[in-house]
């Protein structure tokens, strides 16, 4: 990351002022994919962020992605922006506006528990943009948001997040905002919740309890996990009265110097009956920059999720390195709304978002 700091400027213009701090962070990918993209495919980005400490204890600050989006030009029409955000914070308290998170970022959801619930002003298609505010009492946090985009407004949400003698708790409150109010369709709605969360360790088990309501349906979720040296076990099950099966799942995960193995198996996703996912994956680090990571993913549910796959991922060293993937649907697997190929398949490990077909891809930070 390169920086430029204006201290001489802030101290010839404005005496006594904090200097202010702009930072610029790039990155840049070049690509070929004989499925999804036809061929070669390319994008680049730069990241500005400022900041500047006022006076009064206050610290302002904003950020903006550019982005040069994949064409068949480089002209200027093809630069978008993105992700743009602007902050008021002291030590205590913080204002938000723009493409941020929402109050339910703050809450611990159990597995499958967040239905009907939207962390991220992204997860609303005509209104992108919103408003947080954050204030701290000791141990007890209280976030508030709305979705506010022009003269959309809605989307309110409410939440508490604390901990006391080793266990944590929380509250979440999302106001109802149903399609034909200010929302015009349905994933912009919003049914009127009431949540809490509660989490600790007992006897070795790490457990994580939700129970409330969500459009007038009961809910409660329980996730519990145990470690037991290298192994670590899973399970969920959540209970809603909209809901025609109760999901629940069980997974076990490995991990030990550079061999990192994960199973689950998650029966009726959805609430729909019988339908289920699983998944087996490994991913293994050479110790030379090369780490390989293999899986599959299969089931009932008709997700872009249904895939076997293998990535070799190698590090060049300075931000940069080399990507070569193969993904394989399987008969189950079925293109989301809108696609026209498979070109978001998340891994069970890694944390890859690969196409379907063969890739070589490289990747650049700077």
Known sequence: MKKILLASVALTAFAGAAAAEVSFKGDAQLGYNDDVENGFYWDAGLTIAMSQELDN??????SLDVDLDNGTTLALGDVATSDFVVTVSSDVASLTFGDVLTAASTFAFVSEGDGSIN?????????DLGIMGKVSFGDVTITASEIVSGDVEGGVQVAVAGSAGGFNYGVLYQEENLAGSA??????ATAEAFLVSFGGTFGGVDVTVNAGEVASNSRFGVDLSYAMGDVTLGAFYLSDDALTEDPMGVSVAYASGPLSAKAYYKDNLGGLNGADEYSVAFAYDMGNGLVLNAGTISGD??????????VADYALGGGASFL??????NDNATLGTGQTAFDDIDTTLGGYEL??????ELNFAF
């Open 119 to 127: 962390d991220e002003t992204s997860d609303y298609t005509a209104a």
């Open 324 to 329: 070569v993937s193969y993904a394989d649907a």
């Open 57 to 62: 204890g206050l610290t302002v600050a904003a």
């Open 301 to 310: 549910v008709a997700t872009d999720d249904a895939f076997n796959y293998f």
């Open 355 to 360: 196409m379907s077909g063969l890739t070589a």
């Open 183 to 188: 929302f015009a369709t349905q994933s912009e």
